[in-house]
């Protein structure tokens, strides 16, 4: 075979670094060793991989399949390895999953009632991770299953399985000016004080784009590492907005003295999923997505 063990870690690597300097330490090498290796590979399959545009490497068709063939390849390996570790103690495989939206996970009680139902004894894991980290978590094989809304081109890698759709909101206290109001439009955002959780910190990279209209601009913005009922506390005693799911803020709304209000906008409509590896999963973790499915699906984002 032209392509081992190796060459799958370099392409991982070299995708996810973009530089070969990056990648050299991903994976511990030298910047001439990583290039030399890769030039071998290259030869090996007879075609470039990567196109050179400055310090960056760009994977071109063959590249692009290739990564792809290595991060599936990859994640199967590491989920196969951990599942046999786990095996060979006997014990079952775990369900390890996350959510893009972390900051609550009212949906999961009720899941986790009819899961242990048909799973007694299987542990489920709740991982914690930015938002920018779950799908290369899923492709690595460090997770198992993820409710996820904030699409990119890696998806394709995955199996999505519709859930429900669902919008992101403004959330005031019932005394703000917005509380009467049926819609807010972008423009509206200007002067305003904006309260969101720290994945949207604008000095993180990659930059998360505010869950705004664009071209809408705050007066000020406070990104914190803070939950959903600690963003509801800022709003309430103070003069803030902050932007939330509407499944996520609905069980505050006849508790906590706040108020929704749709923000104009199509990219304010998201639909979340359930996404999985498309290679072979634990009975654990098919019966995790099961259930999942047939209850979000059946209820929506009510709790």
Known sequence: MDVDLRDLELLEALDRGVTLTAAAQQLYLSQPALSQRLIRLE?????????????????????????QAAHTTLAE?????????????????????????????????????????????????????????????????????????????????????????????????????WAARTLVRGEDFAGVHLVLVDAYDPRRVPAVALPIPPGAHPGRLTTAPVTTDLLIESVVTGDAVTVLPLWTVAPYLTSHGIVAIPIDGPSQRRTWYCATR??????????????LVETLTATGPRT
Not at 102 to 110: E, K, N, R, S, V
């Open 77 to 177: 390996l590491r989920a196969a390895t951990h599942d046999v570790r786990r095996t060979g103690q006997g014990r079952p495989a775990p369900v390890r999953l996350t959510s893009q939206c972390a900051g609550t996970y009212q949906w999961l009680p009720p899941v986790l009632r009819d899961f242990r139902a048909r799973m007694p004894g299987v542990e489920v894991l709740i991982e914690h991770l930015p938002d920018t980290e779950v799908i290369p978590a899923l492709l690595r094989g460090d997770l198992d299953l993820a409710l996820v809304t904030k699409l990119d081109a890696e998806m394709t890698q995955l199996r999505l399985r519709h859930l429900f759709d669902d919008e992101l909101v403004a959330v005031v206290a019932e005394d703000h000016a």
């Open 43 to 67: 030869e090996r399959l007879g075609t470039p991989l990567f196109e050179r545009r400055g310090r960056r490497l760009v994977a071109n068709r063959a590249g692009r399949r290739m990564v």
């Open 278 to 291: 498309h290679a072979e999963q634990s009975e654990g973790v098919e019966a995790f997505a099961e259930v």
